[in-house]
C-alpha cells in the first residue's frame, strides 16, 4: 500500500481557524484535522511494507541437517570424485544421468564457486540441471531437485560446516550482536601482527 497525506503533509491549516472560547462553534486548532474536509488522512497506511524475515541461526541448521537427512534415506546423495567431464555435449550429461539411475532433476555441488568449463557448458542448456557451490545450498535448492550430486571437496566443507554450526559456543555473542549491535570496537592488529 502506498502512503497517504497525513496531516502534516497537507498545505495550509497552519492557525487556528478561531479561537478556543466564545464564538459558540467547536473548538478546533487547524483547518487540516482529519475531520476537516481536505483535511490530512487519520493513521493512513505509511507506504510499502517489508515482510522480509529471516530463521534463526538454529533453524537454519536444522533445515539444512534433516533436509540432508532425509535425502540420503532415500537414496538420492550421491558423491562423485570431481566434475571434470570429457566433453560439453549436453547429450553426454543427460546419458549420464540416465545411466546411474538419477532423477530427473538434479543439483550439483561443488566447493569451488568456478566450475570446469566443460561441465558448466554442457549443463547450461538443460533446466533441469543446476550448479551450486557450497556456500549457496540451501533447503529450497535441495528439496526442489530430485538428486543431490556432491563433489569429495563439497563433502568435506559440508561436514566441516555443519560440525562447526553444532558445536559452536558462541551463538547467544552472535545473537546480541546482530540484535544490538557491537558494544565496543576492539582492533585486533596486535595478535595477528608478524614479529
Known amino acids: 500500500a502506498l502512503g497517504v497525506k497525513e496531516m502534516i503533509h497537507w498545505y495550509g491549516g497552519g492557525g487556528k481557524p478561531w479561537q478556543q472560547k ?3 462553534r467547536a473548538r478546533h486548532g487547524s483547518t487540516r484535522s482529519p475531520q476537516w474536509v481536505q483535511g490530512g488522512k487519520a493513521h493512513g497506511p505509511r507506504g510499502p511494507k517489508s515482510n522480509y524475515y529471516m530463521l534463526s541461526y538454529h533453524l537454519r541448521v536444522y533445515g539444512l541437517t534433516h533436509t540432508l537427512t ?3 534415506i532415500q537414496d538420492d546423495i550421491h558423491i562423485v570424485k570431481d566434475l571434470e567431464i570429457p566433453t560439453d555435449d549436453p547429450q553426454y550429461v543427460l ?3 540416465e545411466s546411474r539411475g538419477w532423477g530427473m532433476s538434479t543439483l550439483i555441488v561443488d566447493n569451488s564457486d568456478i566450475f570446469p568449463t566443460n561441465i558448466t557448458a554442457a549443463t547450461d542448456d538443460i533446466r533441469h540441471v543446476n550448479l551450486m557451490p ?5 533447503v ?3 528439496l526442489k531437485h530430485e538428486t543431490l ?6 563433502v568435506d566443507q559440508i561436514t566441516k560446516k555443519i560440525i562447526f554450526a553444532l558445536n559452536r559456543t558462541d551463538v547467544e555473542d552472535r545473537k546480541r550482536l546482530n540484535s544490538q549491535g557491537p558494544t565496543e570496537q576492539k582492533l585486533k592488529l596486535e595478535q595477528h601482527r608478524p614479529l
Open 95 to 97: 546419458d549420464l544421468i
Open 70 to 72: 532425509m535425502k540420503f
Open 140 to 142: 529450497k535448492s535441495m
Open 149 to 154: 550430486v556432491l563433489t569429495e571437496s563439497a
Open 22 to 24: 466564545g464564538t459558540g
Open 134 to 138: 557450497v556456500y549457496g545450498l540451501n
